[in-house]
């Protein structure tokens, strides 16, 4: 009597056989079609950044060094001033100083007042409220609008005949108005106030944007420990916030120095509200006027700027040299 013997059930087709462990799939290798749709990728926009931003910005660079006007009968054209225009601008061009000094406290304002206000309503908002959802819309809109038109509608707002802040203080069309845009005494500060309205929905919504990246565990972690609100925020919370934070400070720093939509609608630039941005503009638009000397602002406003790009950018670079 023969037993009857087992038979093994063997696979008999590929997907049924399991693949050997460790063996990895082969990267498929780059076909000429491939190599040219990548090279245009890349190319055709670093193509359009060399020519439409540096070039113009090396070409800006140049133009600080030469004697440049747009006087049309300006004798043996163009010539190498070398540093003159520096030493002008320094020494004999009584708007620049008071322009550098409007733009350090225009820094300031939105680092000290409108950036922490921004965060301070992203955390109010990160708590759940009622309406968050309407709440958030409305800091939002004016991020979506540009400075020129925020500085339009806030013209309305401080007119001194008719606008909304006169006739609310009960001042509008009497000797007692107040010229928020005209008097040079105030119009600084009635423009960062108009520029802060933008700025802090800006910054609510990356913080916002923050906030629901980090860690519950590490607010659970901290609640264990005894740590209230307060302490749980600033020891723990704003700290995991770190790449934001770099983020919002080089942002910050960026639209200090760039600002010029909002004071050139007020008064292009002038009686009070003197910025680096708009001298380079009343140097370079119209007849006579000293291009060499705007490219020089401009120059010394881009090296400037540089400053927190580069910074962020080296932040960058050594956070993934580091992973």
Known sequence: MTTPQATVATPSTPTERSAPVGKRKKLRRLTGRDRVVLGLMVGIPTLIELLLVWGPALFSVLLGFTDARTDIDQPGGVNFAGLDNYKFITEEYPPFWPAVQHNIIW???????????????????????????????????????????????????????AGLLNSVL??????????WFGDSSINLWAALVAASWKHVGYIMILYLA??????????????????????????VVFPAMRPINIVVVVITVIEALRAFDI????????????????????????EGTQIGVGAAIATVLLVISLVPIVAYLWQTFRKEEQR
Request: charged content about 15%; cysteine-free; hydrophobic content about 50%.
């Open 107 to 161: 820094l300031l304002f939105l680092a000290v007042i409108a950036t922490p206000l921004g965060l301070f309503i992203a955390v109010l908002l990160d708590q759940n409220l009622r309406g968050s959802r309407i709440y958030q819309s409305i800091f939002f809109v004016p991020v979506m609008l540009s400075l020129a038109l925020v500085g339009i509608i806030w013209h309305l707002i401080y007119s001194p005949d």
């Open 170 to 179: 009960g001042t509008a069309g009497t000797d007692d108005q107040i010229d």
């Open 210 to 235: 923050g906030l629901k990246g980090v860690d519950p565990s590490l607010r659970e972690a901290a609640q264990i420990d005894g740590a209230n609100a307060v302490q749980t925020f600033f020891r």
């Open 263 to 286: 004071v050139y609608v007020i008064n292009r630039g002038t009686n009070g509200l003197e910025l680096l941005s708009a001298l380079v503009v009343q140097n370079l638009v119209g």
